[in-house]
């Protein structure tokens, strides 16, 4: 079983939408979560960093974590073409002064309908 | 200010030789980690350096090695090439190592 699931659709939805992305994870010392953004053939781009428990906005973007049932959700408002792109997962039971390794979901293929 | 930049972007290399990728930090970052991501797949911790000296090491054979040198820029390196090394290296820097990272555009290695 893998550390961090993440279903890897692809997620098609129509613009305006509301999408929510999750994952699952098993190592109950993670932490940090993270989401990052990956169009194709670029890096990975930080949208979201949380600690702990709990919700997190920026703009259009909402993250959630919670611990207790190891699920982690980022969902976009008014969701547009430009948000098509490959959303990441990520966690990690490190942080300061230790080696930060991060673990990832494989990814999920969203694609945002004009 | 620059993000963290990869060179070169892409690569094609011959089974059996040996490849460097380079990476230059944010300026300020002093932390550089390197990862590995297969077609279809999340990334995979290779490395991270922190003030020149390894912090952790991923389940990847010791042909792989990296440093990282007094200006906080860091070099990757892979002997003995497989194809099965064909993958986006990717690099990401942060202030101290804590896990807020950030990705350079990476580079394409294709071994033929």
């Known amino acids: 079983q893998k550390e961090v699931e993440q279903d890897p659709g692809p997620l098609s939805v129509p613009e305006g939408a509301i999408v929510s992305l999750n994952c699952t994870y098993s190592n109950s010392a993670f932490q940090y979560f993270m989401w990052y953004r990956q169009y194709s053939r670029k890096g990975p781009e930080l949208l979201m960093y949380t600690y702990s428990s709990g919700n997190k906005e920026d703009g259009r973007f909402t993250a959630q974590v919670d611990k207790s049932s190891k699920y982690i959700s980022l969902f976009i408002r008014d969701s547009q073409p430009s948000d098509s792109a490959t959303y990441l997962c990520?966690?990690?039971?490190?942080?300061?002064?230790?080696?930060?390794?991060?673990?990832f979901g494989s990814g999920t293929r969203l694609s945002i309908r004009p | 200010d620059a993000g963290v930049t990869q060179s070169p972007t892409h690569l094609i290399k011959t089974r059996g030789q040996h490849v460097t990728l380079r990476c230059s930090p944010i300026s300020g970052h002093k932390s550089v980690s390197w990862y590995q991501q297969v077609l279809g797949q999340g990334p995979q911790f290779i490395f991270q350096?922190?003030?020149?000296?390894?912090?952790g090491r991923g389940n990847f054979p010791d042909r792989f090695s990296a440093r990282q040198f007094p200006n906080y820029s860091s070099e990757l390196n892979v002997n003995a090439l497989l194809l099965g090394d064909s993958a986006l290296y990717l690099c990401?820097?942060?202030?101290?190592?804590?896990?807020?990272?950030?990705f350079g555009q990476g580079t394409r290695l294709t071994v033929v």
């Open positions: 990401a820097s942060s202030f101290s190592g804590e896990t807020e990272a950030f």
């Open positions: 990520a966690m990690s039971a490190l942080g300061y002064s230790s080696a930060s390794k991060i673990i």
């Open positions: 350096y922190y003030e020149k000296e390894e912090r």
